[in-house]
């Protein structure tokens, strides 16, 4: 079990990057929209159509969500914010429950793609935690519920690089040139480290100093990995295909419960710490069943099951009391006091700066 003093800290830590990402502007606390208005729904039947990152949510807790609720889950994968947004901003209205990032829901509010669906009112609301209710991105929890939340370091397999003792930072992951080396394809994590790399502290992360960029693309221009790719992970490591990668801390658990060799590294500069939410595009064909579905995860032990699952902390009260063991004792999940420090939130960042951020993903993975 985790001392009650680093549970603060990590407390303290998801506060500043739910409720203290940097942004031009806040989600606003508006009427809800008139179709969400009215009484809980008590029942449901028919469709929920779920559009959620890959390998994401448990199958077997979606079966049991069916069988008590009578409400068929259609799954539909994506692989980062920009490709839901995308999706979105397409015209694709199909989808009922969406699972955007902190900082998408805020860009998502402001194009008007999500409802404001008063989660604050539902009933299990009264379970999310208090540090998680008033965030910047949501204020008083109206457009989304809590989902997981974690963090962006490397997980390094030390048996089959040696070189993996050697790596400290995420200059080391982007120079070191090793074999077998693996990155997320999510361009808002791979210039936020390069940005890192060369210098750029992490409340400057949002910079428009072209030169920062600059400097971040030509560092990226000589990095070569073997793969860039946000999903099946966890197959490439264990099978041996991928020794190094920029990695989601609850995907390096587990592999860490597969491959106990395996080792986490909380990069010298910095740390990415982002959390995902539900939430219900405008036009969403069954409103009811969505309500449904978003408090039926903010139930203790639901949410608990999906946290055992996935291998990433949650914000409801009383979930961590059916947590697994190897959760709790795994440095990946329960950040060790020595690297609290090196946490902050995900980049929040205006127009300009996300332009900057495309060009220079854009302009490096075209070189691949």
């Not at 020595?338 to 995900?346: A, Q």
């Amino acid at each position: 079990m985790v001392a009650k003093n680093l549970k603060l800290l990590v407390a303290t830590a998801l506060v500043i990057s739910l409720a203290a990402c940097g942004s031009e502007s806040t989600a606003s606390n508006s009427e809800p929209d008139p179709q969400s208005t009215g009484a809980f729904p008590t029942s449901g039947s028919g469709e929920l159509h779920l559009y959620n990152w890959t390998d994401y949510i448990d199958p077997a807790e979606i079966a049991r969500f069916t069988d008590e609720t009578g409400i068929e889950v259609i799954l539909d994968t994506f692989d980062s914010n920009e490709t839901l947004l995308a999706k979105l901003q397409s015209g694709s209205t199909g989808y009922d429950v969406i699972v955007p990032s902190d900082y998408m829901v805020q860009q998502m509010v402001e194009l008007n793609l999500i409802q404001n669906i008063g989660v604050k009112d539902f009933p299990n609301a009264k379970n999310i935690k208090p540090e998680a209710m008033n965030v910047i991105f949501d204020k008083g929890r109206n457009y989304t519920a809590p989902y997981m939340y974690g963090t962006t370091g490397i997980i390094c397999n030390p048996i089959a690089e040696p070189k993996c003792k050697d790596m400290k930072s995420w200059h080391d992951f982007f120079t070191f040139n090793l074999a077998k080396t693996d990155v997320l394809k999510d361009q808002v994590e791979v210039v936020s480290a390069a940005l890192r790399a060369v210098g750029v502290p992490a409340n400057d992360l949002c910079t428009t100093d072209k030169s920062k960029y600059l400097a971040a693309q030509e560092l990226l221009s000589r990095f070569k990995p073997a793969v860039i790719e946000s999903d099946g992970s966890i197959e490439r490591v264990l099978g041996g295909i991928s020794n190094v990668r920029q990695n989601w801390n609850g995907d390096s658990h587990r592999m860490k419960v597969e491959n106990p060799d395996l080792v986490y590294i909380y990069p010298s500069e910095g740390v990415n710490l982002w959390s995902d939410q539900f939430a219900v595009p405008v036009g969403a064909p069954n409103l009811d069943n969505a309500k449904i579905f978003i408090n039926w995860m903010m139930d203790p032990k639901n949410i608990a099951k999906e946290t055992n699952f996935t291998g990433y902390d949650n914000s409801i009260i009383g979930s961590s009391d059916y947590f697994d063991p190897s959760l709790k004792n795994d440095p990946a999940v329960n950040v060790p006091a020595e690297y609290l420090p090196l946490l902050s939130p995900i980049p929040n960042c205006g127009q300009e700066a996300r332009d900057l951020y495309t060009q220079v993903f854009t302009s490096w993975t075209t070189e691949q």
